[in-house]
């Protein structure tokens, strides 16, 4: 069984999958997202092909904990999977990922375009490391 993290985004959804030990990401990709039903189903292919038993569904909360509009959103779209997938869906505190995945970016020279297309999936990663990190407490 894998684990699948997202970071789910307006224009683009961040996913990363992880090992068949749970263990470490072993991909990522990104799908477009601003049809929500094609970012669905993209995601709901993905996790068929790559045998995902959980997802993992990025919670943007605000820094002080409290969960604005953009939560409710993820919050919706975790629920929304849920119900196509039928797996567990969990949700994951993703303060600061995108800061994060942006500084991870900066350090490996990713300028322009290229970050665009690759921030969402290395957000997904670090959301799903986390998530990991956790389980094996």
């Known amino acids: 069984m894998r684990i699948m993290g997202i970071d789910y ?38 996790a068929k092909e790559n045998e995902v038993g959980e997802i993992v569904v990025g919670l943007p909360k605000n820094m002080d904990g409290s969960e604005g509009p953009r939560a409710e959103l993820c919050r919706e779209f975790a629920e929304i999977l849920k119900e196509a997938t039928g797996l567990p869906v969990a949700m994951w505190d993703e303060r600061r990922t995108t ?39």
């Open 9 to 46: 985004g307006d224009a683009r959804t961040g996913v990363a999958i992880s090992d068949l030990l749970c263990s470490i990401v072993g991909s990522t990709t990104v799908v477009p997202s601003r049809n929500r039903e094609k970012a669905l189903a993209d995601i709901v292919r993905l």
């Open 99 to 137: 800061v994060e995945a942006h500084n991870i970016l900066s350090q490996h020279n990713y300028h322009g375009k290229k970050r665009k297309n690759t921030v969402d999936a290395v957000a997904a990663s670090l959301i799903l490391e986390g998530y990991l990190a956790f389980r094996k407490r």
